[in-house]
């Protein structure tokens, strides 16, 4: 039996999936990370691990820093629907980025836990969130695909696309959209336009 193929979620749904998020301090954290997630393409480690050092302000842009896969590093803008996402969340914790050290985790946890949320307890939120929202729960990953896929229904070349996710060929990115059908980051508007933010 093979696996099922990737999918990627619509504007719609994600849309959806960030109108049911609850406004509570964990809400608003979990939908700052959906739209991290799907915004800036990373993986579900690089986003859950961020640190509030891994973020800087330079004028009105927000950078983040991260570590890809194979030890790749990297430094792209934070588009800023994250940004206002991440600081409504933090400001729910009673947290602000201006006074948090640098090694503090970004995504608050409810508990003592002083190493911040913890990749399962995220996983079960969402897929309560799935559900709500009337969609096939899916994994994290879920949200790396949706990134590809949207970027792709707004115009962006599988070049751009491939750039974007740091993939290490062209040929991995064509498989994955057709399976799928510090940098600038132009695109991140576009994308958030379509999902409704």
Same mark, same amino acid.
Request: cysteine-free; glycine content about 6%.
């Given at each position: 039996?093979?696996?099922?193929?990737?999918?990627g979620l619509s504007g719609d749904q994600v849309h959806?999936?960030?109108?049911?998020?609850?406004?509570?301090?964990?809400?608003?954290?979990?939908?700052?990370?959906i739209l991290t997630l799907v915004l800036t393409g990373r993986r579900r480690a690089e986003v859950l691990n961020m640190k509030a050092g891994d973020l800087s302000v330079e004028g009105e842009r927000t950078y983040y820093t991260y570590r890809g896969k194979g030890g790749k590093r990297g430094r792209r803008e934070l588009p800023q629907?994250?940004?206002?996402?991440?600081r409504l969340a933090l400001e729910a914790f009673g947290k602000h980025m201006a006074t948090m050290t640098p090694v503090e985790p970004l995504w608050p946890s409810t508990s003592q836990n002083l190493k911040g949320l913890t990749s399962g307890t995220f996983y079960?939120?969402?897929?309560?969130?799935?559900?709500?929202?009337g969609i096939k729960p899916a994994g994290v990953h879920i949200f790396?695909? %949706?990134?590809?896929? =949207? /970027? &792709?229904?707004? *115009? !962006?070349?599988v070049e751009d696309v491939s750039r974007f996710l740091d993939?290490?060929?062209?040929?991995? %990115?064509?498989?994955? =959209? /057709? &399976?799928?059908? *510090? !940098?600038?980051?132009?695109?991140w508007a576009k994308v958030a336009e379509a999902i409704g933010v």
């Open positions: 039996m093979s696996p099922s193929p990737p999918r959806q999936l960030l109108a049911i998020t609850p406004d509570s301090p964990v809400g608003l954290r979990d939908r700052a990370i629907p994250a940004v206002e996402a991440i079960g939120n969402l897929q309560r969130y799935f559900r709500l929202a790396r695909h %949706t990134a590809a896929k =949207l /970027r &792709r229904d707004v *115009g !962006e070349t993939h290490s060929s062209l040929a991995v %990115t064509t498989v994955y =959209l /057709r &399976r799928l059908e *510090g !940098e600038q980051d132009r695109s």
